[in-house]
């Protein structure tokens, strides 16, 4: 019987950005061939083969993944077995949305004294 499904990022930058490449690859430690394997995003199946090719991802790919990989075991090919790998989270980031944190935080920061300053400088003008 199949046993010990494990899942293999690919080289993953951290985070994982709009527009970078993921692939995942499915294997058992052990198991006689004939192995399917099965992956599931969410607990939904969203394609079958060892490797899991997303290419470049969007922000849509976010979600839990997991590999189940099967294999029958008689000549009738009646007794199935089942090994689920365990939950890999993959969180997509919007590309460029930490450098849009940063610029409104300074534009913020220096839109304050500015304004600030108006307010000082008209309220004496109104009082002379």
């Known amino acids: 019987p199949v046993a010990n499904a494990t899942i293999t ?4 930058s951290h985070p994982v950005r709009a527009g970078d490449p993921v692939t995942l690859r499915c294997s058992v430690q052990v198991g006689s061939a004939p192995v399917t394997f099965t992956w599931l995003r969410d ?8 490797l899991l090719e997303l290419g470049d991802v969007s922000v849509e790919h976010s979600g839990t993944y997991q590999c189940a990989a099967t294999n029958q075991l008689g000549q009738d090919g009646h007794r199935g077995f089942r090994a ?19 610029a409104a935080g300074i534009v913020g920061s220096l839109l304050f004294p500015v304004l600030l300053l108006g307010a000082i400088g008209g309220w004496r003008r109104w009082h002379r």
């Open 9 to 12: 990022p690919g080289p993953l």
């Open 43 to 50: 607990g939904r199946e969203v394609a079958r083969g060892p």
């Open 84 to 102: 689920l790998s365990a939950e890999l989270a993959l969180t997509v980031t919007p590309r460029g949305h930490a450098g849009t944190a940063v």
